[in-house]
C-alpha cells in the first residue's frame, strides 16, 4: 500500500521523536551510572576513632579500616572512594580540607558533623572532672549552641556538598546516646548527667536531621542500632573514660560495625 505524503512526514517525525527521548534517556542513564564515587566526610565518629586499625597516613585523624565508611567501600567497591573524615573536624573544617574528591561523578557522600561545634569535648571533659551542677550547665550552653549557632553551620557544609557533588545521594549520620540509664555502672557521673547528656544527643540529632532533610538529605538515625549498647548497658558499643583518652565516648569497632554500618546501609 502507498503511504500519503502527510503519512510518510508523520511517521518520520514519530521516529525521530522516539529516536530522540532514547538518546536522552541513554544519556542519562549513562550520567547516572557515571555518578558512582563514594566520598566519605565528618569527624571522629566518621573516622572511626575508637575503632583501633587506623591507616598510618591518616595521621591525627585517625581514619580507620573498621570505620563505617571503610566498611561499606569494601563490601560494596565503589568505582572510587575518597576518604576526608578527619578527628576533631567541625563544620568550617570540613569546608575548608575535605571536600576536595568530590565532583560530578560522586554518587554518595556520608557525613557525621556537629558535634565538635557544640562543644562535645569540652563539655564531657566538665562532666568527668567537675561538679554535676557544673556538667548541667555545660550540657545547657551546648544546646542552646546546638538550636541558635549550629544549624546555620550545618547549612554552609550541606549546600557546599551540592555544589560540589550535585548528582550525590548524602547520608548525613547521627550519634548515639552514650548512657543506658539506670545501667550496670556504680560509679562515675550521676544518673542526672547522663540523662541530660543523653538529652543532648538527641537535641543534636534532631538540630541534624531536620537541616539535612531541607537540604534533601537522607539522616541516618543510629539510635536504634546502639540501643542496649551504651555505655552502662553491660554489652557497650561505646568507649567509657579509656586510655588513650581521645577513644573516650567514642564507638568501639562493634559500635562502627553493628551501630554505623547498618544505618549508613539502609539509608543509601
Not at 549552641?145 to 555544589?163: E, F, R
Not at 555502672?185 to 542526672?192: H, R
Request: charged share 15%; with cysteine.
Amino acid at each position: 500500500m502507498k503511504l500519503s505524503r502527510r503519512a510518510v512526514v508523520s511517521a518520520a517525525l514519530l521516529l525521530s521523536s522516539a529516536l530522540s527521548l532514547t538518546g536522552a534517556g541513554a544519556a542519562h542513564a549513562a550520567g547516572e551510572a557515571a555518578a558512582t564515587g563514594y566520598v566519605a566526610l565528618g569527624d571522629s565518629y566518621s573516622s572511626g576513632v575508637g575503632a583501633g586499625s587506623y591507616d598510618s597516613g591518616s595521621g591525627d585523624c585517625k581514619r580507620s579500616t573498621k570505620a563505617y565508611p571503610s566498611l561499606w567501600a569494601a563490601a560494596n567497591s565503589p568505582s572510587s572512594f575518597a576518604f576526608t573524615a578527619c578527628s576533631g573536624a567541625r563544620t568550617g573544617d570540613v569546608i575548608a580540607g575535605q571536600l576536595g574528591p568530590l565532583n560530578s561523578s560522586t554518587g554518595i557522600v556520608s557525613i557525621s558533623v556537629g558535634g565538635n561545634d557544640a562543644g562535645f569535648a569540652d563539655v564531657m571533659t566538665t562532666c568527668v572532672l567537675q561538679s554535676e551542677s557544673a556538667c548541667l550547665n555545660a550540657v545547657a550552653e551546648a544546646r542552646a549552641y546546638m538550636t541558635g549557632t549550629l544549624p546555620g553551620k550545618l547549612d554552609q557544609v550541606y549546600s557546599a556538598i551540592s555544589s560540589r557533588a550535585p548528582a550525590a545521594e548524602v547520608v548525613v549520620l547521627g550519634y548515639p546516646r552514650l548512657y543506658k540509664l539506670n545501667g550496670s555502672c556504680i560509679a562515675g557521673l550521676s544518673e542526672k548527667e547522663r540523662a541530660a547528656l543523653n538529652g543532648a544527643s538527641d537535641e543534636l540529632n534532631g538540630v541534624t536531621a531536620k537541616r539535612a532533610a531541607d537540604h534533601g538529605f537522607t539522616f541516618g538515625d543510629v539510635v536504634p542500632n546502639f540501643t542496649g549498647h551504651e555505655i552502662c548497658s553491660g554489652d557497650s558499643w561505646l568507649h567509657s573514660v579509656t586510655f588513650p583518652i581521645v577513644n573516650s565516648y567514642h564507638p568501639t569497632a562493634a559500635g562502627q560495625s553493628g551501630g554505623y554500618l547498618p544505618a549508613f546501609d539502609s539509608a543509601v
